[in-house]
T-cell receptor
Framework: DTAVSQTPKYLVTQMGNDKSIKCEQN?????MYWYKQDSKKFLKIMFS???????INETVPNRFSPKSPDKAHLNLHINSLELGDSAVYFC???????????????FGEGSRLTVL | AQSVTQPDIHITVSEGASLELRCNYS??????LFWYVQSPGQGLQLLLK??????LVQGIKGFEAEFKRSQSSFNLRKPSVHWSDAAEYFC????????????FGGGTRVLVKP
């Protein structure tokens, strides 16, 4: 069983469309994250949820809206897609608040979004 | 603000040779330091971490890293590289002062020659 799974793995869409990426973790972790990896491989945190509560919300356009229906799921919805949104989006999870406890984030395999 | 610099974008090493990846960080308090590895098409996997104590930490896959506070560095080493070590390696820093957020470096791609 995959610990952190994301769907879809690849997503190609036109500018202006709305799309969602889903993430599920079966590790029993309390905290989940969305990271964006750009074409230069820079990884930047976007959001973090702890027990369905938003705890980290970086400077991200409000076209990006995370939703956590329960602590095992964290979805990312993107409205009005732009060319600059093309990236690989990684979901991750951690026990408690992660880096101050076990220090380990468990990452999904990523969802590569291409906006044409 | 915290930051991480990995000065080497690419490193090519022969199989069996030693490997050292550099990482310099900037952080205003006691840092928590991490190395992650990303194989092609995969997510990141934790190799090792430093919270406190012994400044030489051992990780998985035969990797180790040394924390040097005076140099703000946390370099990763492996004595003998295997072909399966070809991947992208990311150094990261975080801590309570940063609201538990991890900041990643830009990564170093390691290529292994037969």
């Amino acid at each position: 069983d995959t610990a952190v799974s994301q769907t879809p793995k690849y997503l190609v869409t036109q500018m202006g469309n709305d799309k969602s990426i889903k993430c599920e973790q079966n590790l029993g972790h309390d905290t989940m994250y969305w990271y964006k990896q750009d074409s230069k491989k820079f990884l930047k945190i976007m959001f973090s949820y702890n027990n369905k509560e938003l705890i980290i919300n970086e400077t991200v356009p409000n076209r990006f809206s995370p939703k956590s229906p329960d602590k095992a799921h964290l979805n990312l919805h993107i409205n009005s897609l732009e060319l600059g949104d093309s990236a690989v989006y990684f979901c991750a999870s951690s026990q408690d608040l992660g880096i101050t406890s076990t220090g380990e984030l468990f990452f999904g395999e990523g969802s590569r979004l291409t906006v044409l | 603000a915290q930051s991480v610099t990995q000065p080497d974008i690419h490193i090519t090493v022969s199989e069996g040779a030693s490997l050292e990846l550099r990482c310099n960080y900037s952080y205003g308090a006691t840092p928590y330091l991490f190395w992650y590895v990303q194989s092609p098409g995969q997510g990141l996997q934790l190799l090792l971490k430093y919270f406190s104590g012994d400044t030489l930490v051992q990780g998985i896959k035969g990797f180790e890293a040394e924390f040097k506070r005076s140099q703000s560095s946390f370099n990763l080493r492996k004595p003998s590289v295997h072909w399966s070590d070809a991947a992208e390696y990311f150094c990261a820093v975080g801590g309570r002062a940063a609201g538990n957020k991890l900041t990643f470096g830009g990564g170093t791609r390691v290529l292994v020659k037969p």
